[in-house]
């Protein structure tokens, strides 16, 4: 395995550089578990070639005097439309975890949203956050335990709760399962005290996960609870269905993640790409919506927008990143995120974040 690099190689000038390269980095189990979607990799591998099929339709000669890519996102100005997506265990691939991550965030003026199941406690990655940080809410199995998250996000200083909703249970991780990978001590921070209830009792002739595991998982009932529970924001990070968007508007949400949670959880959905403009149409234009799922190019953020997202996280890139170069590697590829996505409005004819719009694209008919 290569020790982390102390100053970037001239030849990593993209995220697809950084991602062939990792894996040197980093122990073979742990690749797995970062680059591996579930089962068949079906819903992973669409993500990529649906953001690939769209093309642009540019403009030219624009007038630039007043370009900007700021724009609002929950009420809040911010520099760029991109955020750091909730991502557990960082430990696993770099000493200073999370914290290094924030380092880089910071750097580029990024929000971030720590993960429940981050290798460094919330409280720490707080401190170490200057921009806006939201937190990722996982649902434990007692309303005591998720309480005490929530509060003890509210009081390091998050702003707003994301509620993972399309991970019930873990999906079929079958490249992880052949690899042997077992997540090592020390890398749930936030839950050393939270005690797991003991396994569900069932009848002889029932289903472990169907009666066991998901008898009390979490309904939208649970979300009007949380709702009851925090004067923050509340935003449902992993729909792709358009019904259930609905649902989320009507229970009054702040927002909505569209997202498959990068192929990692239920195999064979659409890509979330696919699916961002019917989600949009469907909740109307006041809504806040972001996307993951997917994002290696600026050009890929300038197409989620287009579609109807007023934000991107980037996911699984801030892993690529710690693993080669820790903070300094994470702050590179942010980078050249934002500056491919600021080429791409300059080629695009789009000078400010509102004149990315569908017209923008070529419907896949058209072509
Ligand atoms: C290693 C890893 C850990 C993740 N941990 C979380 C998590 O704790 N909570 C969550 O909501 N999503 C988690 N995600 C999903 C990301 O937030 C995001 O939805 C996904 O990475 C987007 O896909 P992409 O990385 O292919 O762009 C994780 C993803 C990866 C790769
Ligand atoms: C029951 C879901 C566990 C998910 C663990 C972290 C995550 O979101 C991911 O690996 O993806």
Not at 171 to 179: E, H, I, P, S, T
Not at 335 to 343: D, G, N, P, S, T
């Amino acid at each position: 395995m290569k020790k982390k690099l102390e100053s970037i190689p001239a030849t990593l000038v993209s995220v697809q550089d950084y991602e062939s390269l990792f894996a040197d980095f980093i122990p073979h189990p742990v690749y797995e578990y970062i680059a591996g979607g579930s089962a068949d990799d079906i819903s992973l591998k669409n993500n990529r070639n649906a953001f690939d099929s769209i093309l642009l339709n540019r403009r030219v000669l624009a007038d630039f005097s007043a370009a900007s890519t700021r724009t609002e996102v929950l009420g809040k100005t911010v520099k760029y439309p991109i955020m750091l997506a909730p991502v557990a265990h960082q430990k696993l691939v770099h000493p200073k975890g999370e914290i290094a991550t924030a380092e880089a965030a910071n750097v580029l003026d990024l929000g971030f949203i720590g993960s429940t199941l981050s290798s460094v406690p919330m409280e720490d990655v707080a401190d170490a956050l200057q921009g806006e940080k939201w937190f990722q809410l996982y649902f434990q199995e007692s309303r005591d335990a998720t309480l005490s998250l929530i509060q003890r996000a509210e009081n390091a200083g998050y702003s707003a709760i994301v509620v993972t909703v399309d991970a019930a249970i873990n999906g079929l991780r079958n490249r992880v399962q052949r690899a042997g990978f077992t997540l090592p001590a020390g890398m749930e921070a936030n839950l050393v005290n939270y005690q797991c209830p003991p396994l569900k009792s069932i009848e002889a002739d029932q289903s472990i996960i169907l009666n066991g595991i998901m008898r009390d998982s979490p309904t939208w009932r649970d979300i009007q609870w949380i709702q009851s529970q925090t004067s923050l924001p509340v935003i449902l990070k992993g729909i792709t269905n358009c019904e259930d968007a609905k649902i989320a508007k009507e229970l009054g949400v702040a927002g909505i993640v569209v997202s498959n949670h990068g192929g990692r959880t239920l195999d064979s959905v659409p890509a979330a790409i696919d699916v961002l403009a019917d989600i949009r149409a469907t909740v109307g234009d006041d809504l806040t919506l972001l996307f993951d799922s997917g994002i290696r190019r600026g050009s890929d953020i300038f197409k989620a927008l287009a579609l109807g997202a007023d934000s991107v996280l980037i996911g699984r890139p801030q892993l690529y990143g710690l693993s080669i170069a820790g903070a300094l590697g994470v702050a590179h590829i942010l980078k050249l995120l934002i500056e491919e996505f600021e080429v791409t409005m300059a080629l695009m004819g789009c000078a400010t974040i509102d004149q990315i719009t569908q017209d923008t694209l070529y419907s896949k008919q058209s072509i």
